[in-house]
T-cell receptor, first 111, second 114 residues
Framework: QKEVEQNSGPLSVPEGAIASLNCTYSDRGSQSFFWYRQYSGKSPELIMFIYSNGDKEDGRFTAQLNKASQYVSLLIRDSQPSDSATYLCAVRGGNNRKLIWGLGTSLAVNP | EPEVTQTPSHQVTQMGQEVILRCVPISNHLYFYWYRQILGQKVEFLVSFYNNEISEKSEIFDDQFSVERPDGSNFTLKIRSTKLEDSAMYFC????????????FGDGTRLSIL
């Protein structure tokens, strides 16, 4: 059974701090890795995706991928109250087109 | 920016009735997906669709479920005889031709079975 694991949280950070969200996956053949943000009752919204080892930056967000450790993370710099949401990690396997999802980490940014 | 649209936003149906959920994927996308999310649980893959046929489906997608692309724009999910446990948010997603491209989601349909 291919799994994606995330700490469910809640992760609480003060406004302006760095929030660090982590995700591990079991399928070594996984090719693409996605971070989605989901507000309560809403659909997942793409934040970032990464498929090469290393860091990828987009504005306040940085995704980090380490395939050897089967680990992907999302850093949010200068966290804002509007960043408060559940962050979902999704992984696409090598031969599969479907995404395998983690349960999500709930982030609360406190003003 | 182009987006995936889903209708209706909320569907209330009696148990045992048929329901059709509708999606209009992004116009130049070729891969289509249905997911569901039961309240408080993970997003779960149901089915993927490409070139007018199912390319992959999960164990959830049993004989009660079917998908169709009846014309050049719509992509539908039919549940033939709904059960209480079908109550969930159903999300449609689409992506372009590059397999590393992300999937873009619609706003979802909240399905409530009474």
């Amino acid at each position: 059974q291919k799994e994606v694991e995330q700490n469910s949280g809640p992760l609480s950070v003060p406004e302006g701090a760095i929030a660090s969200l982590n995700c591990t996956y079991s399928d070594r053949g996984s090719q693409s890795f996605f971070w989605y943000r989901q507000y309560s009752g809403k659909s997942p919204e793409l934040i970032m995706f990464i498929y090469s080892n290393g860091d990828k930056e987009d504005g306040r967000f940085t995704a980090q991928l380490n395939k050897a450790s089967q680990y992907v993370s999302l850093l949010i710099r200068d966290s804002q109250p509007s960043d408060s949401a559940t962050y979902l990690c999704a992984v696409r396997g090598g031969n599969n087109r479907k995404l395998i999802w983690g349960l999500g980490t709930s982030l609360a940014v406190n003003p | 920016e182009p987006e995936v649209t889903q209708t209706p936003s909320h569907q209330v149906t009696q148990m045992g009735q048929e329901v059709i959920l509708r999606c209009v994927p992004i116009s130049n996308h070729l891969y289509f997906y249905w997911y569901r999310q039961i309240l408080g649980q993970k997003v779960e893959f149901l089915v993927s669709f490409y070139n007018n046929e199912i390319s992959e489906k999960s164990e959830i997608f049993d004989d009660q479920f079917s998908v169709e692309r009846p014309d050049g724009s719509n992509f539908t999910l039919k549940i033939r005889s709904t059960k209480l446990e079908d109550s969930a948010m159903y999300f449609c997603a689409s992506r372009g031709t590059n397999s590393n491209q992300p999937q873009h989601f619609g706003d979802g349909t909240r399905l409530s079975i009474l």
